[in-house]
């Protein structure tokens, strides 16, 4: 019986190559598609848009933080993806009574190309996992692709509003932030805190990135943030390309390209 570590230390036990997956974790179904396992794949999640035709078509067994395990036991998995943040800890213990789980625990580059790779082995699709691994390493390679820094002035991400929450230095998006060239001002804090307009009035900050997911922030927000802080240049961002560590990592690099260019041309 074959046995699989996954990324929180866990043991999973498998018979066989799984061939009944569902995937709790929107980038890694992306990676399941770009695997090519259309056909072995049963159920997602409802935040499971990419591709979009397994977004309609595939069973949806609920949200990342709300499952609904009557779908669950009726799909009969021989696998379940999950992830140690995107998922709730009690609701993976409850699958993992009847079903294999296999869960990721990605905080960096370097854990999402493990990631990958790990699933091409429990899936029986090594040589494509290799693949696409290089292929978001060129991208991150690619001349012109490679992000400096661009001067003094800290970056703020805001994932919700209401509280307004940003990012710490242990998450994935404060990676991303690295790699795209933006210091991360609150890189001295942990996970996602709370913050106030006070602190992030008193960061004097160069950029505030207002985040297209979980919160999906509008036009209308800049304009309600930019009398407030003048100095601070404001822009709506792609959560995707920021929180996706699965094959979606590939277009990361040409769109911190762009939004590099956006900031330094102060458009």
Not at 30 to 53: A, N, R
Not at 122 to 144: H, M, N, Q, V, Y
Not at 181 to 194: I, L
Not at 252 to 258: H, N, W
Request: proline content about 6%; overall charge negative.
């Amino acid at each position: 019986m074959p046995a699989f570590t996954d990324q929180t230390g866990r043991t999973v036990l498998l018979k066989t190559t799984p061939q009944r997956i569902i995937s709790l974790v929107p980038s890694q179904t992306e990676l399941l598609y770009d695997l090519g396992l259309d056909e072995s794949v049963v159920g997602i999640t409802k935040f499971c848009v990419h591709p979009p035709e397994w977004f309609y078509t595939k069973t949806r067994v609920g949200g990342t933080k709300k499952l609904h395990m009557d779908i669950i036991h009726q799909l009969q998995p021989d696998l379940i993806i999950a992830n140690k943040e995107e998922n709730v800890k009690e609701q993976i213990e409850e699958c993992a009574k009847n079903y294999p789980v296999w869960v990721s625990d990605v905080n960096n580059l370097a854990d999402a190309y493990e990631m990958i790779e790990q699933i091409g082995l429990i899936t029986d699709k090594a040589k494509e996992s290799k693949e696409i691994i290089i292929s978001i390493k060129k991208e991150f390679s690619r001349p012109g692709n490679i992000h400096s820094p661009l001067g003094a002035g800290g970056t703020c991400y805001l994932i919700w509003n209401v509280p307004y929450m940003t990012v710490g230095s242990d998450t994935f998006i404060h990676s991303m932030l690295e790699a795209a060239g933006f210091e991360n001002a609150f890189k001295n804090q942990k996970r996602y805190p709370e913050i106030t307009l006070e602190e992030l009035k008193t960061k004097n900050l160069k950029t505030l990135f207002l985040s297209s997911e979980p919160y999906p922030f509008k036009q209308k927000h800049i304009d309600e943030l930019q009398p407030l802080l003048p100095h601070t240049k404001i822009v709506l961002v792609n959560g995707e390309m920021f929180s996706w560590y699965g094959s979606h990592l590939q277009y990361a690099p040409g769109y911190f390209k762009e939004l590099q260019k956006t900031i330094s041309n102060g458009q």
